[in-house]
């Protein structure tokens, strides 16, 4: 059932299910829960070197209560303090012009959720400047890795339907440089690494939030928009692919008393 909640404010819900004929414990019948009701309107910006397709796919997701907008290397950075969320799609990038003024701009507004996405384009060392959560350098080897989502049985900050899990694990793979890195806080891992048909213990897709308070999802590769268009194929409708980032977005802008 859906339930048509138009007030604000914190709702609370009673479930009861009629006994069937000859049910014996009819006590688990009846369930009381709370929904809390935010009308807001977000504002994201997604800040890349140049157009990618994962930004149109990660855009599309947001829906109706987010003003969204895109912005290139070519043009001037934006005022970080008029956005709720930030997505930066392999940025700080290679060669970046304004990387100090970028960095002056997060240290200003530190409490700014941030959705990175990392891929072949990251300056690792920029990267390591501006986030005290994950550390990257580049591997031994000179590669590119396919590397497949697996999720995480033990990922405990929201809930994923196992349909979802299901569609999720075969996915195709994200495009990744061979990198060596550590993390220096502790990530809930929503997706792992599987290489090869190898898990491993390293995150694709982890939440984490620094000693600033600031939430953080790091995304490692590129090329999620071959998950929205794998689900599509399969399932005719992108509910899958929209779930697990609709929950991820919505765990970024939680306020932290209210996770």
Request: proline letters at 4%.
């Amino acid at each position: 059932f859906n339930l048509n909640l138009k007030d604000e404010g914190v709702k609370q819900i009673d479930i009861q299910i009629k006994a069937i004929d000859k049910e014996q414990i009819t006590n688990n019948n009846n369930k009381r829960f709370f929904i809390e009701v935010i009308d807001k309107q977000y504002k994201a910006l997604f800040y890349a070197k140049s157009p990618h397709p994962d930004l149109g796919s990660l855009k599309n997701i947001l829906g109706d209560h987010f003003e969204v907008e895109t912005v290139f290397s070519d043009k001037e950075l934006p005022d970080l303090k008029n956005y709720d969320i930030l997505f930066l799609h392999q940025v700080p990038y290679i060669g970046m012009h304004n990387l100090s003024d970028f960095d002056k701009a997060l240290r200003d507004n530190k409490k700014t959720p941030i959705f990175h996405i990392i891929g072949g384009e990251t300056d690792f060392e920029a990267f390591n400047k501006i986030q005290p959560s994950m550390k990257i350098d580049k591997g031994a080897v000179s590669s590119v890795l396919n590397i497949k989502p697996h999720y995480n049985q033990n990922f405990g900050l929201f809930s994923i339907d196992n349909k979802v899990i299901e569609s999720v694990n075969a996915f195709p793979p994200l495009s990744l440089p061979h990198l060596e890195f550590s993390l220096n806080s502790n990530h809930d891992m929503l997706l792992q690494m599987n290489i090869n048909d190898v898990i491993m213990q390293a995150p694709l897709l982890s939440f984490t939030t620094d000693n600033e308070g600031r939430k953080n999802i790091y995304l490692l590769g590129t090329g999620v928009w071959k998950w929205k268009l794998y689900n599509y194929y399969n399932q005719k409708n992108h509910d899958n692919f929209e779930e697990l980032f609709t929950k991820s977005v919505k765990y970024l802008l939680t306020e932290k008393d209210k996770e």
